[in-house]
Every structure is written in C-alpha cells, then in structure tokens.
C-alpha cells in the first residue's frame, strides 16, 4: 500500500517561511491535497491537485510536488497557522485514500 | 453555505454496532462522493470509506471491510456508516466529508465537526 512520511514537526519563528515536507514513491506523479487542521476543530483544505488553493486561502499558503516529495510553504508565518498538518493522495493501484501521519506547526 | 451534522456516536461495547448518520445541506447532495474520516484520539486522519454520488461505488479502508457500510439516502440528504463488530481501536471521532468535485481523486472541501464513537467495555 501506498505511504506518505511527514515530519512530526516543524518550527518556526513569525514572519519567517515554514516547509512541511510529504515523502512518497513518484509522488510527482500524483496530485497531492494538504489539510490544516487546529486543535478540536474538523480539518480545512488548503491546498489541491499539488498547488492550487481553495477560494478564501491566504496567498501565503502553496504547494509543489517532485520526485518523491511534494512540500507545503507557508510564507510570512502568523501565529494563527500553528496547527497539524496532513498531506493526502488518491492511490488509484488499490482505490484507497492514503493520509500522511501529519505535521505538527508550531510558532515560536 | 454547505453544512455536515454528524450523529449517533456514542459508547458501544466490543462486538457491539453503532449507525452514524450525516445530514447534508447546502449543495445538491445527490451529485457529490462522499466519506467518512476518522481521528483517534491524539492521533492524525484516517480515511475510513467513500461512497459515489449514485451510491454504486463504495470504497473501504482494509481496517474497517467486512464490518463497515458506507451507504446514502438522497431522499433526505444522508450519507450513514453502519459499523459492526466493533473494535476498541475504533475508537475515534468520526467526519464526514464532501468531495470537492464529483470525480474520483477529488479532496474534501468540506467537511462536519464530528461525532465521537467510544468502544470499551
């Protein structure tokens, strides 16, 4: 099956540029959606199909995807931007929606 | 303004069945794939199962086939998960989620605020 690897976490100071990386085989290759999701709250999408943003998501949030690694930017991080989160991919070999394990961002 | 309201989660003992249903509103639910998503507790997302927008392609994650049906009723605008045998590792909060388009592949643009399912004896 397929997996998606992410880091645990990430730090980051205000104002500076936070990368979440998500590790997978020819992830190139696949469309790539992130999800931000803060603490009791349901999960919001950010990014889709690699670097597209939804209607109302700041220009501060993009995305890409290479080789075995797509990457979420954040951009002039904001203490409202900590939360965890989630890359995700559709693997079409075994018709199953496959989560990576989620990136915790914290602001320092 | 699309909206999700989760319910029927509770506590449920191991073996036991428990039916969470999801009233959508907002969109023409008849035209959208659906699913549910799980998060156990302190834990990251689990995809669960999808459902099409005619309800004749449904997809499960291996940890919950053969005890869980995904299932719609365009009638009232549900989508239900009917969960048996249930599993202490079960335990989680429960989402379902609107695909952002009617195409497989598509992520969720939307998505409820949950119901919490508790499997213990």
């Known amino acids: 099956s397929y997996v998606l690897t992410q880091p645990p976490s990430v730090s980051v100071a205000p104002g500076q540029t936070a990368t979440i990386t998500c590790g997978g085989n020819n992830i190139g290759s696949e469309s790539v959606h992130w999800y931000q999701q803060k603490p009791g709250q349901a999960p919001v999408l950010v990014v889709y199909?690699?670097?597209n943003r939804p209607a109302g998501i700041p220009e501060r949030f993009s995305g890409s995807d290479s080789g075995n690694t797509a990457t979420l930017t954040v951009s002039r991080v904001e203490a409202g931007d900590e939360a965890d989160y989630y890359c995700?991919?559709?693997?079409?070999?075994?018709?199953?929606?496959?989560f990576g394990g989620g990136t915790k961002l914290t602001v320092l | 303004e699309v909206q999700l309201l989760e319910s029927g989660g509770g506590l449920a003992q191991p073996g036991g069945s428990l039916r969470l249903s999801c009233a959508a509103s907002?969109?023409?639910?008849?035209?959208?794939?659906m699913s549910w998503v799980r998060q156990a507790p302190g834990k990251g997302l689990e995809w669960v199962s999808t459902?099409?927008?005619?309800?004749?392609?449904?997809y499960y994650a291996d940890s919950v086939k053969g005890r869980f049906t995904i299932s719609r009723d365009t009638s009232n605008n549900t989508l239900y998960l009917q969960m048996n045998s249930l599993r202490a590792e079960d335990t989680a909060v429960y989402f379902c989620?609107?695909?952002?388009?009617?195409?497989?592949?598509?992520?969720?643009?939307?998505w409820g605020q949950g119901t919490l399912v508790t499997v213990s004896s």
């Open positions: 907002g969109f023409t639910f008849s035209t959208y794939g």
């Open positions: 995700q991919v559709w693997d079409s070999s075994s018709d199953h929606w496959v």
């Open positions: 199909d690699d670097s």
């Open positions: 459902i099409g927008d005619s309800g004749g392609s449904t």
């Open positions: 989620a609107k695909r952002r388009q009617n195409i497989v592949g598509s992520p969720y643009d939307s």
